[in-house]
Structure formats: C-alpha cells, structure tokens
DNA sequence: GTAATACCCCATAGAAATACTAGGGTAAAC
DNA sequence: GTTTACCCTAGTATTTCTATGGGGTATTAC
C-alpha cells in the first residue's frame, strides 16, 4: 500500500499540473485546497524538490512549480521518492536492492514470482506520468 | 513490501510442500530448518490454519501440515492473509476496500492506473500456487 | 533598506505497526 | 498419567507513520 505521505505527493502533484503556466502555487494554497496539513506537505514538497521533479521560489509571489512536463515524470519515480521500493521483496529490488538472508544462492522460488510482479508493476508505472491522473 | 512474517509464511509452506505426506511436521523443526523465531513461528502459523490453508495435529507425532494440494493455494491468498491489502490503494481494493476521503466522487486520476496495477499484480499471484514457488 | 512573504531547517512526539519474547494452558497420543 | 506439541494471552522493544512547533533565511515589493 501507498503510505499516505505518497498519496499527499500525488494529490499536491496533480493540483501543480492542474496550475501548470500560472507561476509559482503556495504550499498554503495547496494544503487548503486539498486537505493535507499545512506542515507535513512541507516536507513532502521538500522531498519532491530534492528528488527533481519540482522546483521552489522563495519570497512574495513564491512557491513551488513543476520543473518538468507532467509527461516526462512516471508515476514511479513519485513512488520510489516518497515510499522507497516498489519490488515485494528487497532481493527483486532494482533501486533498493538488498540481499535475503533466507534465499539461498540460486534463490528461493518466491524469487522468480516476485520478479514477475515487479515487472508488471513497473510496466504501467513507468509508462504512466503525472499528465494520465489528472481528470480531463 | 511482503513484511517479514509474510515472508515466513512462504519459507515456513515451501518446507510444508517439500515435506507433504511424510505427516505433520513439527513447529521446531520448521524454526530451526528455516531458522525462524519459534515463538514467531508459532503465530504465523495459527494464522495459516484460521485461514484455512494448514490444518493441526496435537499431541506426541503431531505438528502442521496443508489441508490443500499446494497446486490450490494462490500466493495471493497468503498475502491477504498475513498482510492485507495487495492493492496499492484502499479505494481500489477488492478485499479490504475502504473509501478515500480525498477522492471525489467520480475518482481521482489515481483510481485508474492503481486498479491497472491491482490486476496485472493479481493475474500473476492468483495463477502462482505454492507449487510454483518450490524449487524443483 | 526594510518589512512582508514564503520557503527552509531542526527538533519533537503521539499512535500504530512490526517483530518478537515469556509463560502458562490444553488436547492428544502413548 | 505423563509426555508431547499445539494453543492462547500478555507484554515489549524498535521502527515507521503522521504529523506539529518554532525559528531561520532568501526573495520581493515598496
């Protein structure tokens, strides 16, 4: 499951799409409109800006913007960023691999299933962008 | 990500497959074999059985053993079992569906891409039985 | 240049989930 | 009736989740 922290993410995200060419959006702004508190979006936008899909302006007529087409950031990099990995296991892992201390060297048999999820998953994340969950 | 226990579950099965019809095998012996916390061990397990996937023997030459052929037991029922959801998002889970607060009535743009996940996810994990998962 | 704006950073904290641990109870087999 | 081995309740340490509070700093408008 999504933490709620990703979910925030993908709500504020959607509404920067939504604001695309009218400057820079108030995290206050957000956070009203959409219901997340005023502090914990703060960090989850810091996060965002950090990870490269947004940037930020400081002073009046601040805040933070889309640093991209919304067609060029895939749903899975909103997911590594904020929840880690996307994989059922940490041994099928690409981005935040680590070993099993259960699987034996030529692997237990979850391994190869796993891998087959991940795939899947990755498949339709990866292809999906921030611009395919915004409501026409 | 599976939790841990989840993934004792499937060690704890995959040794229960291997040793079908030698009789029930006893909690220790899985514990050491696969070196899992006996007392841990001991919880996964009754889970297992509550949920209809191993059936108990007390008492001296007793121990755990699968009520099914491993050929009938989805992976997807496991991890429902031990860890809920497999589902990305409550609002688009068919097991432990909750509404979003945050979704409006006709759906954020997430519902979609999520149930295309929840289904490329489960196409693999209702076809994939314990039978799958054990080396052959 | 100064005051207002709005992001930036650090510390803390309650609640829940995770991953166990301890100890005794109970049914079955012999 | 004693041993075996599952069954049940309770507690606990650690981590993660979900925030909250207060102050600092860069930018802009005037």
């Known amino acids: 499951m999504l933490s709620k922290k ?3 993410a993908f ?3 959607t509404y920067l799409v939504e604001k695309e060419g009218e400057g820079p959006v108030q995290i206050s702004n957000i ?3 959409k219901g997340i508190s005023l502090k914990f979006l703060e960090i989850i936008l810091l996060e965002l800006k950090r990870g490269g899909i947004l940037g930020s302006k400081k002073g ?3 805040g933070y ?3 991209k087409s919304p067609k060029e950031v895939p749903l899975s990099k909103v997911i590594r960023l904020i929840d880690g990995p996307i994989a059922l296991l940490p041994c099928v892992s690409l ?3 680590e070993p099993c201390e259960h699987c ?4 237990c048999g979850l391994n190869g299933v796993m891998a087959e999820v991940r795939d899947a998953t ?3 994340l990866e292809r999906k962008t921030l611009a395919d969950i915004v409501k026409g």
């Open 6 to 8: 990703a979910q925030y």
């Open 11 to 13: 709500h504020a995200l």
């Open 31 to 33: 956070a009203q409109e």
């Open 60 to 62: 009046k007529g601040g």
């Open 65 to 67: 913007y889309l640093i």
């Open 95 to 97: 981005n935040f691999y």
């Open 104 to 107: 034996t060297e030529d692997g």
């Open 122 to 124: 990755l498949l339709i």
